[in-house]
């Protein structure tokens, strides 16, 4: 019986856009639409991991749960560790399910996808991609591509690499990764007390280091990316996104 905890990392120090997460968007802070969002999911209990106490403030004033984490933690998968721990000391939950804090246009439905994957032994790791659709998105850097391949009948495919060029060469399907992990306890455990890799310290991506340690990753098929808000111009796009 797979239990999951949903933890959301946020921190205040942003250097593109300071204090994002509680950024107004339409009447109501950036975390608090996330938090929104994985409770309308509803797959496990939820909390926000914050680095700091205006943002515990602000979860728990509108009703949420959060735990204030070390703010001089490398990483947002540090933080959800940490706050597992303090959540959940004695493991009734097996399943740690890290949602990014800045993906306020996230659908439900998604997060719930997480869990096709979970189920297979074989994976430590769950993900989600989404079909690359155009040449301006296969070509920024900013889009990671997953190296993974799906037959037509099959939910789930392993990943075999993570880049921000455009992987596999060749005819087919593009995947643009969607930073959102289903982790297995012992694998986060696991993956926090691990160093920095090669690969993960030149492609700047904290996923290539399960990958190098010898984790498999199972990734399963979403229609559309969400966005992510690191800019003004993100931010007034998710603005205008709850306004319509």
Known sequence: M???????PARLASTRLPSKPLADIAGRAMILRVLD????????PVAVAA??????????????????????LPSGSDRVWQAAQTLDPDGVHDVIINMQGDLPTFAPDDLRAVMQIMPDP????????APVLSDEEKGASSVVKVACHFESDTVCAP????SRSAIPWGEGALWHHVGVYGWRRGALKQFVSLPESGLERREK?????????GMRIGCTRIETAPFGVDTPADLDRARQYFKA
């Open 2 to 8: 797979i239990s999951p905890l949903v933890i959301i």
């Open 37 to 44: 969002a994985a409770m309308a999911a509803d797959v496990g």
């Open 205 to 213: 991506l904290e996923q290539l280091r399960a990958l190098e340690a």
């Open 51 to 72: 680095a700091d106490q205006e943002i515990c403030d602000a979860v728990t004033q509108a009703g949420g749960r959060a735990v204030l984490t070390d703010p001089d």
């Open 159 to 162: 990943a075999l690499y993570f």
């Open 122 to 129: 074989t994976y430590d790791i769950g993900t989600l991609v």
